[in-house]
Each structure stands twice: as C-alpha cells, then as structure tokens.
C-alpha cells in the first residue's frame, strides 16, 4: 500500500512538471498623451511565467509621470527552458527585452503543436511616441530593434497599439491608479503589427522595406530594423485626443 502511495504521489509530481514545460516572458509600454494623478503618462510592464501554472512566477508594474517607469523579472525557469523579461518607460522612449528557451511562449497561452523542444525568441527595442495635440496626429518611431525566432518554433511578435482610454477620474476610488487599457474591438484606433515565424516576416502598418530579414545555419531567424515611423491621424476631440494611449507590445505566440 506504502509502495502504491509513493507511486502515486511521483506521477503526479511528474504530471505537475511537465505541465510547467512552457515558459513565457512578455515586455510591453503604454505611454499616455496627458498624464493624471489616476493614470501615469508612462507605465512599463513585464510578465514570466510557465505554461501549465495557473500564475505567472513573476509579474512587474511601474508608472511615473515625470520619470522613467524601469522593472525586470529576471530569468525564471521552467522544467526545459525559461524566461525573462524586462521593460523601461519614460520621456527617452520605450526599451523592451525579452528572451526565452525551450517550449515557450510570450503571451497568451497557445495550444499550437509542433514546437521544438530547442525553441528560443526573444526582442530587444527602443521606440518613442509622440503626440501633436494640434493636428492630432500620433507618430511612433521605432528607433532601433532585433527580433529573433527559431524556425519550426512559436512566432515572435511586436504588436502596436493607439489606444483610446475610456476611464475617466469619476470611475477612479482616491488614492488608486486605473489599470492600464488593453485593446478591445471598441477602444482600438490603429494597430501595427511585426511578426516573425517560421523564417517569414509579416509586417503591417509600417513600410516592410525597412526591416531585414536573416537566417543561419541554426534555423534561428533575425529581423533587424532602425529609424522606423508611421504617423497617424485621427478626427477626435481635443479630449478624445487627450485619452490616447500607444501601447507596444513584445512577445511571442
């Protein structure tokens, strides 16, 4: 009987590991127009976890409205790879990082089949936003970035994002800072995406002509970029202006 409870008791351990095979590690900015006592003008986030667990192993948040909003998770691991992760937000622009190994992901969990057991991705990208509150434009300006995937791997991804914040001071208790949004169907006014999988670069939003595309002997895939912007404009009231948000989002899918 002891014999069977020990059994019993290392196949659910076993279970519960390779539950936790999948590591993900996601990095992303939102940077407001205006900056309120409830909403900070720059925020910076990083999240690493494993896939299986129903809580990432580390999750970072930092706002400031006048400095730079800085955080890292550092590397976590999981039973075959890891992540880490780290995100910087302030009026010298957005930096992201992010690295992975093994069967991960950055992101929403996927229930893709095929990864390698030897997949690794990760970003490393510095950008700037910039709003003109009189001719209501946004522009966004890359200003430099690696990309990178394994091919036959999960895709590595930087979505962008101009958002428009519904939140307003009335909704907010004293002393609380309003989450940060997330795009939704309804407050989505532009989206630009990168995407990198499987050695095929899909870019939108952004002129393709000005990202390289490179793959070794090793499988593993790079797209490099520097000095790229698109500027949008939108037909919004000065307030309705006030509350947009650009939001950047390095991961991987």
Not at 193 to 204: A, E, F, Q
Request: overall charge negative; hydrophobic content about 35%; aromatic content about 8%.
């Amino acid at each position: 009987m002891r014999a069977n409870r020990i059994f019993v008791g290392l196949g659910l351990f076993m279970a519960v590991l390779l539950m936790a095979q999948q590591a993900n590690a996601d990095a992303w900015c939102n940077t407001r127009n205006n900056c309120r006592w409830w909403a900070k003008k720059f925020t910076a986030n990083a999240q690493v976890g494993c896939i299986g667990y129903p809580l990432p192993l580390c999750v970072r948040h930092s706002g400031h409205c006048d400095y730079t909003a800085n955080l890292s998770c550092g590397w976590r691991n999981c039973l075959w790879g890891g992540g880490d992760a780290a995100a910087h937000n302030g009026w010298n622009g957005c930096y992201q990082w992010t690295s992975r190994s093994g069967q991960g992901i950055a992101g929403d969990p996927t229930t893709t089949t095929g990864t390698r057991d030897d997949d690794q991705g990760g970003h490393e990208i510095s950008s700037h936003s910039d709003f003109d509150n009189l001719n209501h434009t946004v522009t966004i300006t890359l200003d430099r970035g690696e990309i990178t995937a394994l091919q036959g791997g999960m895709a590595s991804t930087l979505d962008v994002y101009v958002l428009r914040e519904d939140v307003d001071e009335s909704q907010v208790k004293p002393g609380e800072e309003a989450p940060d949004p997330v795009p939704t169907p309804q407050n989505t006014l532009w989206h630009g995406s990168i995407v990198l999988s499987d050695g095929r670069l899909s870019v939108s939003g952004f002129d393709p002509r000005a990202f390289s595309l490179s793959t070794d002997s090793k499988g593993v895939s790079t797209v490099n970029f520097t000095n790229v912007a698109t500027t949008q404009r939108f037909s919004l009231t000065d307030a309705d202006f006030g509350n947009l948000v650009v939001r950047l989002v390095a991961a991987e899918k």
